[in-house]
């Protein structure tokens, strides 16, 4: 796109959102939309029976908002002032969130897996006044930062059993549960209708919503202000990529310290008074899609892996002359999707076939998992495994790559549903610039981009430079249409013996091709070649262990199993036939146990927390390069 367009797109954004903030679209959304569902919490019956949705409309979304915005005010919380939250994805934690924003203060959403003291270092650097925290187990998270942190003077529990017995503060925090806190609220509410109406109308399109740490593979965490300019810009240039229905159904599951969540879950729902529905808990999201069979869904790759391994099982299991007709409509579907990209031109005659296909085959293998009603699939964040992606495409599903960071208030690069090319992240959103380096490194400019990390002015400088470029720290390439290609990030690049450089991700990716591998790290810097450390897919290979008269479904057992450790090292030489000859991984190692965020081995966004996962398998890797 030629910089006049990039231009005047920006021009146009800016010109919707002129003067406005989140407070004025959740009023207008309140105001026209009032009796729409907003918010859904699912309540269990009794016993493990059926269940049922509890539900706020957007006017008593809106209305407890304020009622929060009231005791926040009255508990002496000032503008600017950080309010802190780790709760599970319910609606309490949108109401608090928007409560604060509405009393002029600065939500931040810390991420639950955070260890106690990098709890206690963001809430010091940030210098929060308020946490609002889910019970028991996340107030002894916060037991460092109550000791060490001078600001922190309330602390509100979900959980009225946690409130300590000692709760009046002294030199510490007043502790009140939430109930109490929401009752405080409405009676200020009750006493004076129109401060918290006053106080919110006051915030500023320059004002911060949020503050987001970065998860980080390595180092402390980075603060991130994001203004409601640029969250009003971003949600804006996001809703035109996607076009989520007006009232449309969401699906809450990702942490919401995770800037994808926000923009999905808090944000852009008010643009469109989207209908949120809240999943607590990731290891349910298969029963959760299929409740709410939402219009869109975000995952980062790992989700799309294990809906793909858990489909794979389902598919495995139908009758031989089923899974015949379903390969068949598969094979039409992705030629349709691969037909449909950017500079290509579809055949009626295949459009016909996909459409009979579809309504016959593949709508109701979709309708299996809870996706029939999807609009539009999304991922980013790491590279989405090919296998994945033609995976879903064979059941009639485009996932289209996006790009962004925490650094840029969320998307900057996207692929549309008619302006995509597979492999890629897409073309640059309106009004945002993208280039590369020499070096390759990918470059973003554009009002979404964060003014510099808080406290940090040395990281803000490496970060951003004169001519207002952020530099991402990702390399890449951008091809002839311009669409961006992301390669790996820069820190990560492997530098062989031979003075080759390698993108791990390149090599992770053909790897988990294989349904067995859950997980792949690839390591070689300054080593003579790349070797690798695998995990087993915990949701597969029971399955697949059965299958192949292994007796036995313990992970552990099977990551030693001849038969398993056999098919694996098949992976890999199936993996290294796509691979250049300085990529290929000459040794491996089958690790008898599964990556997870609470293992410190991923990040809260499940990404590969690099430096751990080596210095945690460091004698492994070493054993790999004895001769």
């Known amino acids: 796109m030629e910089h006049n367009e990039i231009i005047r797109a920006r021009q146009g954004v800016e010109a919707e959102i002129e003067g406005l903030t989140l407070v004025d679209w959740f009023r207008r959304a309140a105001e026209r939309d009032g009796g729409r569902p907003a918010l859904s919490e699912w309540v269990p019956g009794p016993s493990g029976g059926d269940g049922r949705w509890s539900t706020r409309t957007w006017a008593q979304y809106r209305a407890a908002a304020l009622e929060v915005a009231a005791a926040l005010a009255a508990e002496g919380t000032g503008r600017g002032d950080v309010v802190a939250l780790m709760m599970p994805n319910r609606p309490e934690h949108l109401i608090a969130d928007i409560g604060a924003v509405h009393a002029g203060a600065v939500p931040l959403t810390v991420y639950a897996t ?16 308020v946490a609002i925290l889910q019970g028991a187990a996340e107030l002894d998270r916060w037991r460092p930062a109550l000791a060490r942190v001078r600001s922190l003077r309330t602390v509100v529990l979900m959980d009225a059993s946690a409130v300590p017995e000692d709760a009046a503060g002294g030199d510490g925090p007043r502790f009140v549960s939430w109930a109490d806190f929401t009752a405080a609220g409405r009676r200020a509410l009750a006493a004076d209708p129109g401060a918290a109406e006053d106080r919110a109308a006051a915030v500023t399109p320059e004002d911060s919503a949020t503050l987001l740490y970065t998860s980080g593979t390595t180092g402390e965490p980075k603060g991130v202000l994001e203004t409601h300019r640029q969250i009003l810009f971003q949600v ?23 800037i994808a969540e926000r923009v999905l879950s808090v944000y852009l729902p008010v643009a469109v008074a989207g209908h949120i529905h809240f999943c607590p808990d990731i290891g349910e999201l298969g029963a959760y899609l299929r409740r709410v069979r939402p219009n ?59 459409a009979d296909a579809d309504a016959r085959v593949l709508r109701p293998l979709r309708a299996l998992i809870g996706l029939d009603r999807v609009e539009y699939c999304v991922s980013a964040a790491a ?3 090919e296998e994945t992606v033609q995976f879903f495409a064979g059941l009639g599903i485009l996932i289209r790559d996006v790009y962004g960071m925490t650094e840029n208030c969320g998307a900057v690069t996207c692929n549309r549903a008619d302006a995509y090319r597979l492999g890629s992240v897409g073309l640059p959103s309106d009004g945002m610039e993208v280039a590369v380096t020499g070096d390759g490194e990918i470059l973003v400019r554009g009002p979404i981009n964060v003014a510099g990390y808080l406290n940090r002015p040395a990281d803000t400088a490496a970060l951003i430079d004169a001519e207002g470029w952020l530099h991402t720290g990702d390399i890449g390439r951008i091809d002839g249409d311009g669409f961006v290609y992301v390669v790996d990030r820069k820190k990560e690049l492997i530098i062989t013996a031979g003075g080759e450089n390698i993108a791990p991700a390149s090599i992770e990716s053909r790897l988990k091709e294989h349904p067995l591998i859950g997980q792949a790290l690839a390591y070689g ?45 098949a992976a890999v030489a199936a993996a290294n036939a796509h691979l250049a000859r300085v990529q290929q991984v000459k040794k491996w190692r089958l690790l008898p146990v599964e990556w997870t965020v609470e293992g410190a081995e991923l990040t809260p966004s499940l990404k590969l927390k690099r430096r751990v996962i080596q210095d945690k398998y460091a004698d492994a890797i070493d054993g790999l390069y004895r001769v």
């Not at 955070?114 to 006044?129: I, L, N």
């Open 383 to 385: 590279p989405m495994p």
């Open 296 to 354: 869109g869904l975000f995952g980062v790759p790992r989700v799309w892996e294990k809906l793909q391994a858990g489909m794979t099982a389902a598919l495995a299991a139908s009758p031989g002359e089923r899974r015949g007709a379903i390969e068949a409509a598969a094979e039409t579907a992705r030629a349709y999707i691969a037909d449909g990209q950017y500079g290509r031109t579809r055949d009626p005659g295949l459009e016909r076939r996909f």
């Open 236 to 258: 804006t240039i996001t809703q035109r990529a996607n076009r989520l229905p007006h009232g449309g159904a969401t699906l809450s599951y990702l942490p919401l310290a995770h």
């Open 114 to 129: 955070f260890a106690p003291e990098q709890v206690a270092y963001v809430a010091a650097d940030c210098s929060a006044r």
């Open 525 to 569: 810097d300054r080593r003579p070649y790349p070797v690798a450390l695998l995990t087993l897919d915990a949701e597969v290979a029971p399955g697949w262990a059965a299958a192949h008269g292994v007796d036995s479904r313990d992970i552990a057992d099977l990551a030693r199993h001849p038969v398993v450790v056999a098919e694996v090292g």
